[in-house]
T-cell receptor, first 112, second 113 residues
Framework: DGGITQSPKYLFRKEGQNVTLSCEQN?????MYWYRQDPGQGLRLIYY???????QKGDIAEGYSVSREKKESFPLTVTSAQKNPTAFYLC???????????FGPGTRLTVL | GQQVMQIPQYQHVQEGEDFTTYCNSSTTLSNIQWYKQRPGGHPVFLIQLVKSGEVKKQKRLTFQFGEAKKNSSLHITATQTTDVGTYFC?????????????FGQGTTLQVKP
C-alpha cells in the first residue's frame, strides 16, 4: 500500500531540545517537501528536495534542518533556534516538477 | 517575494447554497493547484490548471484559471455537508521547474444542514 508516513502523530518536547520528525514515502517520488501549518496562515514551505543529497531552503527555513540521504526519507529537525516551534508539520512528495503533491498525515509538535 | 492571497478566510453557508473562494497572485503563475483539507486531516489534491483561461469541472466543483494566470477560483454548486473543510489554492512559480508551490491562506467552509 503506497503512501507517505509521518511519525509520531503527536510529539511533546521541552523548550531548548532539538527534535526530529520522520517522513517516509514508498511512492518512488523524486521530490519531497516540508510545510508548517499554523491556524489562519495556510501552509508555509520550510525545506524541499528534488533529488537525493540535495535540498533547498523554503520561505521559513530558519531554525530547521533536513537531510536527504535516501530517496524514501526526508527527516526534519526542529532545532532549539526555532523561536516558535509549536505547530502542525506536514510532509509531502511528488514526481519532479509541477505535479500534484501527496501529503502525509502530519505531526503535531507541542513545545512546553 | 511571491504571494498568493485567498479570500474569504471563512464562509458559512446553508446546505444547498453555492460557495466560491478566490485566489490572487502577485506574479504570473505557471500553474495553479487546489487542495482540500478536512478537519483534523491533511491536504488532498483536487485539480491542477495550467492554461490561461482554463475551466475544469468535477461534478459540483468548477475551477477557473484567469486569462493573465494570476488569479483562480473554485465554485461549489449546491453545497453538501461533505464539502466541509478548508480549500487551499497553490501557485507554481513561473521560473524554474522546481515544483515549489506557494499556498494561499485557505478558505474554511462550514455547511449547516
Amino acid at each position: 500500500d503506497g503512501g507517505i508516513t509521518q511519525s509520531p502523530k503527536y510529539l511533546f518536547r521541552k523548550e531548548g531540545q532539538n527534535v526530529t520528525l520522520s517522513c517516509e514515502q514508498n511512492l518512488n517520488h523524486d521530490a519531497m517537501y516540508w510545510y508548517r501549518q499554523d491556524p489562519g496562515q495556510g501552509l508555509r514551505l520550510i525545506y524541499y528536495s528534488q533529488i537525493v543529497n540535495d535540498f533547498q531552503k523554503g520561505d521559513i527555513a530558519e531554525g530547521y534542518s533536513v537531510s536527504r540521504e535516501k530517496k524514501e526519507s526526508f527527516p526534519l529537525t526542529v532545532t532549539s533556534a526555532q523561536k516558535n516551534p509549536t505547530a502542525f508539520y506536514l510532509c509531502a512528495s511528488s514526481m519532479s516538477g509541477y505535479i500534484e503533491q501527496f501529503f502525509g498525515p502530519g505531526t503535531r509538535l507541542t513545545v512546553l | 517575494g511571491q504571494q498568493v492571497m485567498q479570500i474569504p478566510q471563512y464562509q458559512h453557508v446553508q446546505e444547498g447554497e453555492d460557495f466560491t473562494t478566490y485566489c490572487n497572485s502577485s506574479t504570473t503563475l505557471s500553474n495553479i493547484q487546489w487542495y482540500k483539507q478536512r478537519p483534523g486531516g491533511h491536504p488532498v489534491f483536487l485539480i491542477q490548471l495550467v492554461k490561461s483561461g482554463e475551466v475544469k469541472k468535477q461534478k459540483r466543483l468548477t475551477f477557473q484559471f484567469g486569462e493573465a494566470k494570476k488569479n483562480s477560483s473554485l465554485h461549489i454548486t449546491a453545497t453538501q455537508t461533505t464539502d466541509v473543510g478548508t480549500y487551499f489554492c497553490a501557485g507554481g512559480e513561473w521560473s524554474g521547474n522546481t515544483g515549489k508551490l506557494i499556498f494561499g491562506q485557505g478558505t474554511t467552509l462550514q455547511v449547516k444542514p
